[in-house]
């Protein structure tokens, strides 16, 4: 009887003790391991960091507030063009990080996944293999009502703005990588390519560029839900 006591009482006190740490100001547990904190895109990457990413999505509000810490953008009005095209959590978004973009209208996941990239993928990776950071982010579009090219009937996530397509960067001093002149370059263009190609797979659920096929030689189509296709 007496173990058993000994065994409840260590157990209520390890609970408490998480407990504490995940929910008192006062607890020493960095905020990027706390998973009952909001996450911060410019936080270190932890093993909750996705679970994180995950729960701010899932909640339209909360995917706009955590967006305007490195995004700039416009909220708008929902888009409904049809039964299988619009945008819900519509935004016009001119900038993520320290990378502008031209005008694009997107969701706010998308949005939201399109930052993370550029903070943990594409600014480290250019910093890497060509020395200086990243001053924008060279887009195809995001939203187009429009079916998976060579399907007739299934629709492209591009349908609902829960993808976008990049087809290249600016850098900090004018260069332009791009995946069609670049992707076969120089040593550093090539590793800059596939490192931020793979860093995009940890943010979106389906990233496709040149090794996928030709329709995808000249930019990465990055989507937010998918099979996890990564190539």
Known sequence: MLSILSAIAVFAAVAFGVYWAFTDPRSPLPREWNPLRELVVSDPVTPVTHFKLRRVVDDPKLCLTVLAQAG???????????ARCGIANRVELIGVGASRLQTVETECETALRLAMWEQHGIQPAAQAH???????????????????????????????????????????DGTRIELLADWNGTPQEKSFLRDIRDAGCEWFSTVLGPDYNALHADHFHLQNRGWGTCR
């Open 72 to 82: 700039r953008y416009q909220e708008m009005t929902p888009l409904v063009a049809s």
């Open 130 to 172: 060509l020395g200086q950071g990243v001053a924008g982010l060279r887009h195809i579009g995001s939203y187009n009502c429009r079916s998976i090219r060579g399907s007739s009937t299934r629709m492209s996530k591009h349908a609902t703005a829960a993808a976008i397509d990049i087809g290249g960067v600016v850098l900090s």
